[in-house]
């Protein structure tokens, strides 16, 4: 990524297709209400050239609601970043809760850390810089690991979610939450092949070839949602 020229080339397009709907949203429905530690992270992460890759705002505020309803002890994040759902996490779970969090660049991780120790959210973070997919096997080869985890967010490299989710599936128990973002690809999802840029073709076919199998999976109730940048909710049924 350091040596794309203009990373905001690779922005997608919002879903609602209406900026001005939009803003309308963050500014009624999420920005008055996000937290301000939240606020200090999100213009912290508006200095780096991939900024806009963090996970949305309005993504957060469904994602924070569910975490309060299921009330998780034990968490994985697959792509952190600066930490912007890393924090929401934090601050939405229990005092004694822990995330596992998994990220490539713990240097993008550094933008948001003063703001995680300044929102005395440190102590539940356990971050691991590393690909993940070498991690998730390592969780798996402890047969204790498997149903041990309450919840999983995934915000990672696209053409690995269907890889991501065969592991977290087992990692995460009956009843618990997967989410995946970025699942419609700023609706290009649906587009004609020939009107998608060459650029965004690879996350495109990711993301529809993990929309059918999460479609197709037994184990797993799911809603694919037009929040952010599409939301994948996933609940563990077997």
């Known amino acids: 990524m350091e040596n794309v020229k203009d990373p905001s080339f690779y922005r997608n397009p919002v879903i609602l297709q209406s900026e001005d709907l939009t803003n309308y949203i963050l500014e009624t429905a999420v920005y008055p209400r996000e937290p301000e530690s939240l606020k200090e992270l999100r213009k912290a992460t508006k200095s780096h050239p991939w900024g806009f890759i963090a996970t949305l705002p309005e993504a957060g505020s469904l994602i924070t609601?569910?975490?309060?309803?299921?009330n998780p002890k034990k968490t994985i994040e697959v792509g952190v970043f600066t930490g912007y759902s890393l924090l929401l996490t934090a601050l939405s779970i229990p005092h004694d809760a822990k995330i596992t969090a998994i990220d490539i660049d713990r240097k993008a991780y550094e933008i948001g850390l003063p703001v995680i120790r300044k929102a005395g959210m440190e102590h539940k973070i356990d971050f691991i810089e590393s690909p993940a997919l070498p991690i998730l096997d390592k969780l798996l080869e402890d047969p204790s690991n498997e149903g041990s985890f309450d919840y999983a967010y995934v915000d990672a490299d696209k053409d690995n979610y269907v890889n991501y989710h065969e592991r977290l599936i087992k990692l995460v128990k009956v009843g618990g939450l997967l989410i995946y973002d970025?699942?419609?690809?700023?609706g290009r999802v649906a587009w004609a092949e020939e009107k998608v840029p060459p650029?965004?073709?690879?996350?495109?076919?990711?993301a529809i070839e993990f929309n059918k199998t999460i479609r197709d999976d037994s184990r797993a109730d799911f809603s694919l949602n037009s929040v952010g940048d599409g939301l994948t909710i996933c609940r563990r049924i077997v």
Not at 199 to 206: E, I, L, M, P
Request: glycine share 10%.
């Open 199 to 206: 650029h965004a073709k690879v996350g495109r076919t990711a």
């Open 65 to 70: 609601i569910l975490l309060k309803l299921l």
């Open 182 to 186: 970025n699942t419609l690809w700023g």
